[in-house]
């Protein structure tokens, strides 16, 4: 166990739902990282937060949106779902960086999304 | 950009036989290189990081080294537990915040 919880393990959906995917990063992280990864491709990055404030975005679509709560717990949204967005999505979480300023990430055991 | 390059994309060992995987680099900036470990289903495990150029770590039967441009995972006198997929990734400044970009790996099988 990673200390990164991530709900639900499996999704099952159709074209044109949403759906919410939920991240509770490990204790005393205070860095939330979204990250997709299909099949033929590697890991995609999403969405970066920091105790609660959005730091950095990658290569996420205008139908996903995410945000971090006050407990530091993330939500990534899903909207409008199409077929591609079958994956899998996974939520790290860093602690501050070090005195070198790497962030080590611990990734959850990811989100499967299936889109029908 | 950021770009981050793996080889081979599959890689067949019989146990006990060594070889390295490779992962090339092009960054502006760089505060770390990462490897991580995949299983399948399963998230990303952290195994090492390198800093600088001419920095070697090593893990059991795992050793990672750093030039300017690439980075090898030696794997020596591999055990069929070793099968995974390997990741390499480099974080980096860029507009004000640190980005991690990850290569798409190298799947190692290791045959009893």
């Known amino acids: 166990d990673s200390g990164v919880t991530q709900t639900p393990k499996h999704l099952i959906t159709a074209t044109g739902q949403r759906v919410t995917l939920r991240c509770s990063p490990r204790?005393?992280?205070?860095?939330v990282y979204w990250y997709q990864q299909s099949l033929d491709q590697g890991l995609q990055f999403l969405i970066q937060y920091y105790n609660g404030e959005e730091r950095a975005k990658g290569n996420i679509l205008e139908r996903f949106s995410a945000q971090q709560f006050p407990d530091l717990h993330s939500e990534l949204n899903l909207s409008s779902l199409e077929l591609g967005d079958s994956a899998l999505y996974f939520c790290?979480?860093?602690?501050?960086?070090?005195?070198?300023?790497?962030?080590?990430?611990?990734f959850g055991a990811g989100s499967r999304l299936t889109v029908l | 950009e950021d770009q981050v390059t793996q080889s081979p994309e599959a890689l067949r060992l019989q146990e006990g036989e060594s070889s390295s995987l490779n992962c090339s680099y092009t960054v502006s900036g760089l505060r770390g290189l990462f490897w991580y470990r995949q299983d399948p289903g399963k998230g990303p495990e952290f195994l090492f990081t390198?800093?600088?150029a001419g920095e070697e770590k090593e893990k059991e039967r795992l050793k990672a080294t750093l030039t300017k441009k690439e980075s090898f995972l030696h794997i020596t006198a591999p055990k069929p537990e070793d099968s995974a997929t390997y990741l390499c990734?480099?974080?980096?400044?860029?507009?004000?915040?640190?980005?991690?970009?990850f290569g798409t790996g190298t799947k190692l099988q290791v045959i009893p």
């Open positions: 990734a480099v974080q980096a400044r860029s507009g004000g915040y640190q980005k991690v970009t």
């Open positions: 790290a979480s860093s602690a501050r960086q070090d005195t070198s300023g790497a962030n080590v990430l611990t």
């Open positions: 204790s005393g992280d205070l860095s």
């Open positions: 390198l800093y600088s």
